[in-house]
């Protein structure tokens, strides 16, 4: 099946600073990527649709100028948190869909992300 | 989007078959049904997808009844190591932006 790559796996930063998290399809190219987030024992949330060439389309409560997504090239998507606090801390997932199967997507590993 | 209700846990033991259910009353016609598998601190991964009827896999089966307003995802003979968390989502065909909305998921405990 189609890979999906997180990088970095895990992260633990500074109050104030700002993370980059990688979105990497490794063997399709995906137009379109979606970041979700999820806090533990919670479903994962919809953050963004992040779009090949063209700004990225943020879900009701989102701030995206908080949350940054650039999506350069097919095969890439980053999201930028800027200005992490503590309650940015959670485990970001990315996933892409390939085409193969109707609706289905494929996720990366995930972002573990911990503002100190 | 339509949206799904699932029960938030389930037990079961080694070697039993273990059915989760979903309901999607208002899924629409062109909507597919999709199941993902999802342990913890890592992203979800596919199981099985269908439309209507039944679909059966290497790893479980998904039923569909005709009004589809409902699935059944089945894994047979569940083992220690399916102990996860399954999600049910309903989303748009192919060409669409599939963008998916996960519903709160089902934890399914095995013990042994």
């Known amino acids: 099946g189609a890979v999906v790559s997180q990088h970095p796996s895990w992260v633990i930063c500074k109050s104030g600073t700002s993370v980059k998290i990688e979105c990497r399809s490794l063997?399709?190219?995906?137009?379109?990527m979606f970041w979700y987030r999820q806090f533990p024992k919670q479903s994962l949330m919809l953050m963004a649709t992040?779009?090949?060439?063209?700004?990225?389309?943020?879900e009701q409560g989102v701030e995206k100028d908080k949350f940054l997504i650039n999506h350069a090239s097919l095969t890439l998507s980053t999201l930028t948190v800027t200005s992490a606090h503590p309650e940015d801390s959670s485990f970001y997932i990315c996933?892409?869909?390939?085409?193969?199967?109707?609706?289905?997507?494929?996720f990366g590993e995930g972002s573990r992300l911990t503002v100190l | 989007l339509a949206k799904t209700t699932q029960p938030i846990s389930m037990d079961s033991y080694e070697g039993q078959e273990v059915n989760i259910t979903c309901s999607h009353n208002?899924?629409?016609?062109?909507?597919?049904i999709t199941w993902y598998q999802q342990f913890p601190s890592q992203g979800p991964r596919f199981i099985i997808q269908?439309?209507?009827t039944k679909v059966t896999n290497e790893v479980a089966s998904l039923f569909i009844p005709a009004d589809r307003k409902s699935s059944t995802l089945s894994l047979p003979r569940v083992s220690l190591s399916d102990t996860a968390v399954y999600y049910c989502?309903?989303?748009?065909?192919?060409?669409?932006?599939?963008?998916?909305?996960f519903g709160t998921g089902t934890l399914l405990a095995v013990q042994p």
């Open positions: 989502l309903v989303g748009p065909a192919r060409g669409a932006t599939n963008k998916l909305i």
């Open positions: 992040s779009n090949e060439g063209s700004k990225a389309t943020y």
């Open positions: 269908g439309y209507k």
């Open positions: 208002n899924i629409a016609t062109n909507d597919y």
């Open positions: 063997d399709f190219q995906a137009t379109t």
């Open positions: 996933s892409a869909s390939a085409g193969e199967r109707p609706g289905e997507l494929f």
